[in-house]
């Protein structure tokens, strides 16, 4: 699954929210979601917040089958701002 499956299965949760900042799930040369308040896109722009990891680990934690604790502790994610 890329970027874009994974930003369309998002999509209606983020536009039925009450986000008001913005993220990015930063996956290097697979590609970028950006969520910003209710619009997502995987198109590359600044954020409040950058999340980086692996495409395989974005997946993983979007199924529920990693821990985000867990990738953060053993470096699978990186957060920067």
Known sequence: MGVQQIADQ???QV???NFSRSVKFDTGGDGVIV???TAIS???GPADCTIKLSLDDLES???GDLNPTMAFMTGKIKIEG
Do not use: V
């Open 10 to 12: 998002m999509k209606s």
């Open 15 to 17: 536009e039925s929210s």
């Open 35 to 37: 969520i910003d308040g």
């Open 42 to 44: 995987t198109t590359d």
């Open 61 to 63: 934690l979007i199924a």
